[in-house]
Nanobody, 125 residues
Framework: VQLQASGGGLVQIGGSLRLACSPS????????MGWYRQGPGNSRDLVAA???????YYADSVKGRFTISGDNEENTMYLQMNNLKPEDTGVYYC????????????????????WGKGTQVTVSS
């Protein structure tokens, strides 16, 4: 499965961005999907995830500001990011089926793991 991510950019503190991730096969066939962030010098961490049924997970640092959603007709997963902060800066990666994503959502890992190319988000003052 190939994942195509888009929507990154440069935004001021307090601004908004929406990331999109389109898989090469139907989004409903992927049991779990998520967005990871890798800041400068940091590890790649899960920030938000969802099951095919719509159950969601958010890292504490983004709760109340980020919203993950899926559109079956558009076959796209979105991450709406509001009230952006400098610490949100990083490369954002779309993922499907990783063990970390599955565990965060309380699902059994399928043994699969798919990643898209990252998209840069920069939050500046």
């Amino acid at each position: 499965v190939q994942l195509q991510a888009s929507g990154g950019g440069l935004v001021q503190i307090g601004g908004s961005l929406r990331l999109a991730c389109s898989p090469s096969r139907g989004i409903r066939s992927l049991t779990v999907m998520g967005w990871y962030r890798q800041g400068p010098g940091n590890s790649r961490d899960l920030v938000a995830a969802r099951t095919e049924g719509g159950r969601t997970y958010y890292a504490d640092s983004v709760k109340g500001r980020f919203t993950i959603s899926g559109d079956n007709e558009e076959n796209t997963m979105y991450l709406q990011m509001n009230n952006l902060k400098p610490e949100d800066t990083g490369v954002y990666y779309c993922n499907a089926e990783s063990a970390t994503t599955a565990r965060a959502l309380g699902r059994t890992w399928t043994g699969l793991d798919y990643w898209g190319k990252g998209t840069q988000v920069t939050v500046s003052s």
